[in-house]
């Protein structure tokens, strides 16, 4: 059971939801939380685990040698993302613009542009009892999340098979990187605020999950704040609300403690409780 | 003219809602630029018109002419991204996967595979409620490089800034620390980071201004919801010293933020307060710090 928890913008609470979710679930079940947010993962703030492991991760990219080139200028010509280019007589690659895809590596006519890998960033895996906590970070300069994305997608799903509940923490927005983080995804959950921005933002995530046919419920963070939009849109086109996170002052306080709210505010712990059920109800869906 | 520039590392600090506030404090004379394209709400707090409007191209998608296609295998064969499923015995192309690196175009024998331009979005030019102009856009879903798109409503802006002779252009910056924030950042005059004391944002403060430091543009920040965590507070002050951040105001933490953008209004329409009057005086700094 793979679930991504996404939203149409930053600052909605994603990272809050997804953490208290799986230390909620991993009371009872093996949970693993991943964070898929490679430009800037911060769920780790909240999470307090042991390090398990740590792995530098590779994209391949060619690299140029000199001996055999002719100078026919074919990479420069084939490469769609300009990230070859010919200078005098000089072939230059730049790495954080190539997207792996070795057109110019395999027609090259002299077999000079061979791929090699290069870092991109790191993953770190990390354990406290039932819960399993995974994130990547991308190196600093990379311009290219999707490829450490699906490295990190690969890694879950050598280590963890269905018995887990597989949680993501996905990059905000409906660009790229989030198609990559939630295309695999059994459920979806997204997270808004009961705002105008909110709301905008929800209908681009809605339009988006609907584009690739995904399952996918609502968590309404700061209810009580704002009005009743979100809740009157939801209801218009039936999307499940799946919990509403009430707005206080309390939470924001222990938020930027980087504490976990459930286990200080009961009506928090409430609405997870609300959670767990329709969750465990797909797990039994899926693994069937 | 001089271009200010409001980022804040991640969402949620209040960074839009401030800088409407700004762009609406600075009237006629100031153009706005919303560079959140991937999540671009400017437009809900100032009524723009959408006068003019284009479509941005960036990037390219490939697709197989069934008709032409001789069944050989060998697109699928290059494409590294999987992008190339056979569905009932053809070989179609999957919008999604694709990269558009073209690779399978220039392998295929028969030319049976063209490129096409892909839409990722829309720009608009619009007339605005301060009685200046804003530039503004909508990115397309699963749409790759909003860094052009950012870059392309920036140029806009400028160049409207200078036909019209107006002094400031004020740029609602691109969220993370990825390409969209590099293009949102270059050129900037001045760059005004918001932040609220929270573990994740200073976390996210520290982040961004290394980019701004590489760019070497002067900064100033704005604390928001200073009061939920003094502590963090406290040791952002010390950060900003450190590197010699001005540091522009502390806002309390009040709900008037959202009550405001509910009514569509900028802080410093809906609220008479306090808040409002913090807020001009940091417009104010900002202003001569810029200058
Ligand atoms: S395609 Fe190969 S031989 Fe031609 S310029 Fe590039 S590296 Fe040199
Ligand atoms: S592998 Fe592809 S993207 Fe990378 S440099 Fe070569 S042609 Fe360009
Ligand atoms: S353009 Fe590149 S990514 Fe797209 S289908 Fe062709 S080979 Fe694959
Ligand atoms: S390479 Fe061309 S002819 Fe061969 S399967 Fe692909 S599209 Fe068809």
């Known amino acids: 059971m793979k679930i991504a928890i996404a939203s149409g913008k930053g600052g909605t609470g994603k990272t809050t939801l997804s953490t208290n979710l799986a230390s909620f679930l991993a009371e009872e079940h093996e949970v693993v939380l991943t964070d898929l947010d490679v430009e800037e993962p911060n769920s780790g703030l909240f999470i307090e685990a042991d390090l398990v492991r740590e792995k530098d991760k590779f994209k391949m990219v060619p690299e140029w040698s000199a001996d055999e080139c002719i100078l026919c200028g074919n990479c420069q010509k084939v490469c769609n993302f300009h990230a070859v280019i010919q200078l005098g007589e000089m072939i230059m690659v730049f790495p954080e613009l190539c997207h792996g895809c070795y057109a110019c590596s395999e027609l090259c006519p002299t077999s000079s542009l061979p791929m090699i890998p290069k870092k991109m960033g790191v993953l770190k895996h990390f354990r406290n009892g039932n819960l399993n906590f995974v994130e990547s970070r991308l190196d600093i300069g990379e311009e290219q999340a999707v490829p450490l994305i699906k490295q990190t997608h690969k890694y879950i799903d050598q280590q963890f098979d269905d018995n887990f509940i597989r949680i993501f923490d996905s990059p905000p927005g409906t660009s790229c990187p989030v198609i990559e983080a939630t295309k695999d995804a059994d459920y979806i959950i997204l997270v808004t605020e009961p705002t105008p921005f909110g709301l905008h933002d929800l209908k681009l995530a809605v339009e988006t999950m609907k584009e690739l046919k995904k399952e996918f419920g609502v968590v309404i963070n700061r209810f009580g704040i704002g009005n009743d939009d979100v809740l009157a849109y939801c209801n218009e086109e039936q999307i499940k609300v799946l919990a509403k996170i009430p707005n206080s002052r309390r939470i924001a306080e222990l938020y930027s403690q980087g504490r976990l709210i459930y286990k200080e505010i009961p009506e928090v712990r409430a609405e997870l409780e609300k959670m767990k059920d329709l969750i465990m109800g797909k797990m039994k869906e899926v693994v069937k | ?291």
């Not at chain 2, 390219?60 to 032409?68: C, P, R, V």
Request: charged share 25%.
């Open chain 2, 1 to 291: 003219m001089k271009e200010i520039v409001v980022i804040s590392g991640k969402g949620g600090t209040g960074k839009t809602s401030l800088t409407a506030s700004f762009a609406y404090l600075g009237g006629k004379d100031v153009i706005v630029a919303d560079c959140d394209v991937d999540a671009a709400d400017m437009h809900l707090l100032m009524q723009p018109d959408f006068a003019d409007e284009d479509d941005f191209y960036s990037g390219e998608l490939a697709h197989i002419n069934q008709y032409d296609c001789i069944q050989c295998g060998k697109c699928k064969e290059v494409c590294r991204f999987d992008a190339i499923p056979i569905i009932k015995g053809k070989y179609i192309v999957d919008p999604l996967s694709c990269e558009g690196c073209g690779y399978c175009a220039r392998v295929c024998p028969i030319d049976a595979i063209t490129n096409k331009d892909l839409n990722v979005g829309k720009w608009y030019i619009s007339n605005i409620k301060t009685g200046s102009m804003m530039v503004h856009a909508k990115l397309g879903i699963g749409a790759d490089n909003s860094g052009k798109l950012v870059a392309k409503v920036k140029s806009e802006a400028k160049d409207i800034a200078e036909e019209e002779r107006k002094d400031i252009a004020i740029v609602d910056g691109s969220p993370g620390v990825g390409c969209p924030v590099v293009s949102s950042l270059s050129g900037a005059s001045f760059v005004v980071l918001v932040t609220e004391p929270s573990v994740s944002g200073y976390h996210d403060l520290k982040r961004v201004y290394e980019l701004v430091k590489k760019f070497n543009i002067k900064a100033g920040c704005i604390i928001n919801k200073y009061d939920i965590n003094k502590k963090v507070t406290a040791e952002i002050v010390e950060f900003l010293k450190k590197e010699n951040i001005v540091h522009i105001a502390n806002l309390p933490y009040d709900e008037d933020f959202t009550r405001a953008m509910t009514n569509g209004q900028t802080i410093v329409e809906y609220s008479d307060n306090h808040l409002k009057d913090l807020i001009t005086d940091s417009w104010n700094k900002i202003k001569r710090s810029v200058n």
